[in-house]
């Protein structure tokens, strides 16, 4: 069945540091895959996307490559702030009609002034 | 602007007392979806509505139920709420079809405590 694994955290930097978090999934055939960031308190809030190989999904300075030979879609944002001090979901999504998520199991992260 | 809307933000149940959460769209989707999420896990998934066709998981337990009246709302019935059913609940609504890209919108979750 379809999977997705993200490294775990808690992951910890200093602000203007460069962030990686870490997804590879499992999944037949050709699934869309989301970044989501919940902050404390609220729900989830889609960060990213990509919905094919090679796609490169950006928003708010975060970017993802859908990578299909290593079947992997990491987070990266070249300089953190505080502000981004939240919890990061990986997911998939198959080729369901009803968009079923499969999430990773988030990877926390704190940026330190 | 369209957005997922639930109410109450935070809800306190007594052990076994019945307790309805309610989640509503202004987004026109015809997916609508309830996960629970226990602290530092990801959301589980307990069942989704396909426009009024109810789809349950396998492992989501008897004591949880739901109700979608009409296009714009669903409820999440907990008939008889455990210790351990305290978490929050988020709804989230898409639109169905082959668009892989079809995301899902999130509301901001009720947090249920039980007593």
């Known amino acids: 069945g379809n999977s997705v694994t993200q490294m775990e955290g808690p992951v910890t930097l200093s602000e203007e540091a460069f962030l990686t978090i870490n997804c590879t999934y499992t999944?037949?055939?050709?699934?869309?895959l989301f970044w989501y960031v919940q902050y404390p308190g609220e729900g989830l809030q889609l960060l990213l996307k990509a919905t094919k190989a090679d796609d490169k999904g950006s928003n708010k300075g975060f970017e993802a490559t859908y990578r299909k030979e290593t079947t992997s879609f990491h987070l990266e944002k070249g300089s953190v702030q505080v502000s981004d001090s939240a919890v990061y979901f990986c997911?998939?999504?198959?080729?369901?009609?009803?968009?079923?998520?499969?999430f990773g199991q988030g990877t926390t992260l704190q940026v330190k002034p | 602007d369209a957005m997922v809307i639930q109410n109450p933000r935070y809800q306190v149940t007594q052990f076994g007392k019945p307790v309805t959460l309610s989640c509503s769209q202004t987004?026109?989707?015809?997916?609508m979806y309830w996960y629970q999420q226990k602290s530092s896990q990801a959301p589980k998934l307990l069942f989704h509505?396909?426009?009024?066709?109810?789809?349950n998981e396998a492992d989501t337990p008897d004591n949880f139920q739901s109700r979608r009246p009409n296009t714009s709302f669903c409820f999440l019935d907990i008939r008889s709420p455990g210790l351990g059913d305290a978490a929050m609940y988020l709804c989230?609504?898409?639109?169905?079809?082959?668009?892989?890209?079809?995301?899902?919108?999130f509301g901001p979750g009720t947090r249920l405590t039980v007593l």
């Open positions: 509505y396909y426009d009024k066709d109810f789809n």
């Open positions: 987004l026109n989707h015809n997916v």
């Open positions: 989230a609504t898409s639109r169905s079809g082959r668009s892989l890209g079809n995301e899902q919108f």
């Open positions: 999944a037949t055939g050709y699934p869309s």
């Open positions: 997911a998939l999504r198959g080729s369901s009609n009803t968009g079923k998520l499969i």
